[in-house]
C-alpha cells in the first residue's frame, strides 16, 4: 500500500568514490563489455558500481574502487564507446578527466572475423587494423580488408 506523502519515483544513488576510476558516457548496454575489457570477472575482488542505461540519454555508468586504466584498458574501451569519459579520482575529487581517444590503428588487440586471414591460421602474425569512424567506429583489416562494424566486443583478443 502506497504511504501518502511518498514519491512514486525515488531516484537511487550510487556512492561516491574515494579513489579509483569513473568511465562515463559508456555507449548503453557496454557496460559489461568495458567489465570484460578490464577483466572483471564474478571472481574479481574489485569494488564496484556498474549503472546502465542512465536516464534519458541511455548511457552506462563504471566505477571502480582504488584501480586506474593503463592505456590499453582505454583504447579497448574507446573502440567500443568513443565518446567514452575517463574520470580519475583521489580523495573524493575528480583530478584528471579526459575523453578516450580512438587510435588510429591497433595490433594486436582485435581478432580479424574472416576465418581465412592470415592472422588466423598458424601464421606468426598478429591482427592489425586500421580505425575510422563516421556513423560508428569501422576496423578494417590491413591483410585481408574485411571491415568489423557490429559487436566489435565480440572480437576482442
Do not use: W
Amino acid at each position: 500500500m502506497k504511504q501518502e506523502n511518498q514519491p512514486e519515483n525515488r531516484e537511487l544513488r550510487v556512492r561516491r568514490i574515494q579513489n579509483g576510476t569513473v568511465i562515463d558516457h559508456i555507449a548503453a548496454g557496454q557496460a559489461l563489455n568495458v567489465l570484460r575489457i578490464l577483466g572483471i570477472t564474478d571472481r574479481s575482488t574489485e569494488v564496484l558500481s556498474v549503472v546502465m542505461n542512465v536516464s534519458d540519454r541511455k548511457k552506462d555508468i563504471v566505477k571502480i574502487e582504488d584501480r586506474e586504466l593503463n592505456p590499453g584498458e582505454v583504447d579497448e574501451i574507446a573502440l567500443i564507446s568513443p565518446d567514452a569519459i575517463i574520470n580519475i579520482i583521489r580523495d573524493y575529487k575528480v583530478v584528471e578527466k579526459y575523453k578516450v581517444i580512438l587510435p588510429s590503428e591497433i595490433e594486436g588487440v582485435v581478432r580479424c572475423m574472416n576465418p581465412n586471414c592470415i592472422t588466423n591460421t598458424d601464421e606468426p602474425v598478429k591482427p592489425r587494423f586500421t580505425i575510422h569512424r563516421g556513423d560508428g567506429v569501422e576496423l578494417h583489416c590491413m591483410y585481408c580488408r574485411r571491415i568489423i562494424t557490429d559487436r566489435i566486443a565480440d572480437f576482442l583478443i
